[in-house]
């Protein structure tokens, strides 16, 4: 049969009685429907080699393994939510379930094997009576152009058409899952996490949010539900309160600022409105602007406290301001210095707030260790100095909720209430490898002269086998971790992977003080990159001219923190490298900043952590950062080479 989110499915008898050219019209009829084109003569090659080898190994089956004949075979199942995503074929037994993708190849691309794990990451992640099968789901690569190939990289498994039959039969006898009718499986759901950006579209068309397994356990929504009560409590009591959400990044802290402002709203029933989402991170602003079609709901913070600190300024119609990357909140010298006030960020929105009739509230959201431009760095405590100064010069009591792990800094507030739903330490962003920020910060910390003798001498140095259990828990759950020294590798990588996924991102970013990267075709230097649209750039289609996904322009840590991309090149640069057993960075004696090693480290971090699907890095051949690569190599990443992508006949040893 045909249906709306797949090409045709049904029983493997069903399948074996087809006609060719009946498959071939469904597939045809769905390719249109998913891309709105016509497909061409190459699609309908691919498609009869695909039937082809999958007749003849599954009429093998039929004949030597009893009620085969009922197992379950869709083609073209499109991943609802993720336009243009559809595995080639998924077959279900009653113990098993197999992912195959056909690739017209007698070689092996990393690409295409990465992109079948993670077909099967998702729908264990997202696809709700995928659970069923448990551990028995196998993806397999199947070389529709090569002979006597059997093999596996990881969880992958790779082989020629020849001996897909074996292959099916083998882990069919392992599976160990019970499932009586496995056509059941395309009734169930597929909801997958969305990127920031996809999110703030849903909520905001009035689409319901899909409610992901992962997003409820990271406690999204019970940290919504507290806000939302304080906010209640604050305006019925007449009262002010200020709730600290803090989280590592990709935690979901700006989704629950998203999410407040929109809910509130609905729930109050106005049609004014009482709350506004503020940042300082002014590309995060212009990308969800861009995407949201609206510039009421996200603003700019520096603009809005310009509009409202003035001398005789009004009070904001807004009672509730969430502020997204308050840790990163001017201090008084850069207030000073940029809007001519003399006192802090946190100084001021108390003063707004404390000004406020009868009641009003703060959420601050906090990354971790992510502060990256000047004035930045007095971090959370001024926020306890700003509720001193608004006790002493507004006469208002303000009541803090926070994670346990501050309480001890708010000394001034008229109460803290610890609130351990407030602390969101589950990382989103990188689908189910939360394993990712516990890597990138022991990378950029604990990778010392007293930890690490050498990058060579894994043996002497304790942190690396740390670092490699992330990693390898990161490969195991579907995340790419990769290093390479040639860019134009990189580039050809996400190409592969992504073809024929409009909604997948992908692109180049690196540090804004890294220069010697401008020869190795990477365009960060300030006068080419103040040029950047932030918008486009992360929303735009891979093939709009100012796409991410064109790779010809870049996005520094400035640009992308608090954003993310499917799959990132972070772009390695000489303003941060490996030597000596330990980090090193560019002298900065005409620094304004307390501490721009600090800086430096901190980019990293926040480049680093951008990537969904996986990352790769990209370290140019320069003498300077051979120390660098090899202590990565020895950190987890793997390389990423063209002696890597197989790129020669297949002529393997048959293996098990």
Partial sequence: MSG????????????????????????????LRCTGEASNQSHAVAWIDSIRILHKSLSDIQSHIQ?????YIVFEYELPRERGRRPDVVILTDRAMFVLEFKGYSYIETGHVDQVKAYVRDFVAYHSTTEAYATSVVPILVLSRA??????????????????????????????????????WLGGEYQ????????ARIIFRHEAFPQIKR????????????????????????????????????AGKTLVGIRFVYEYIAAQQRTTHDAVMLSGNGPLVKVLQHALQNRVFVQDVHGFLKEYTRTGARLPREHIIIYDEAQRAWDAARSSDKRGTPLSEPDDFLLIGSRQADWSMMIALIGQGQEIHLGEEAGIQQWDDAIAYAARHADTEWIVHTPPRLADVFTSAARVIKQPTLDLDVSLRAHVAADVQNWVATLLTQTSAKTVATAQSAALAPVLPQLNAYANAMTEQGYSLYITRDLAVAKSYVTTRYQGAPDKRYGLVASAKATCLMQFGVPNEFQVNRTLREGPWFNDEPSAPHSCCQMTSVATEFQCQGLELD????????????????WQTKSAARSQARDPRRLRINAYRVLLSRGRDGMIIYVPPIPLLDATYDLLLSAGCRPLDPHDQHHAPVDYALAH
């Fill in 215 to 250: 997003a409820a356990s990271s406690g999204i929504n019970d940290a919504l539900a507290y806000a939302m009560e304080v906010a209640h409590q604050a305006q019925s009591g007449g009262e002010r309160h200020i709730i600290f959400i803090t989280g590592v990044p990709g």
């Fill in 4 to 31: 709306q989110h797949f090409a045709w499915a049904g029983s493997v008898t069903d399948f074996l009685q087809s006609p060719q050219q009946a498959l071939v019209d469904a597939l045809a009829d769905h390719f």
């Fill in 67 to 71: 009620g085969a004949g009922q197992w």
């Fill in 192 to 199: 997958p996490l969305p990127s920031l950006v996809a999110a």
């Fill in 567 to 582: 799959m990132p090149i972070v772009c390695w640069g000489d303003d941060v490298w490996y030597a000596q057993g330990s």
């Fill in 147 to 184: 002979a006597n190939v059997r093999l596996a990289q990881g969880t992958v498994q790779i082989v020629s058409g020849n001996f897909l039959a074996d292959l099916l039969a083998t882990f069919h006898a392992r599976g160990s899952a019970a499932v009586s009718d496995p056509a059941q």
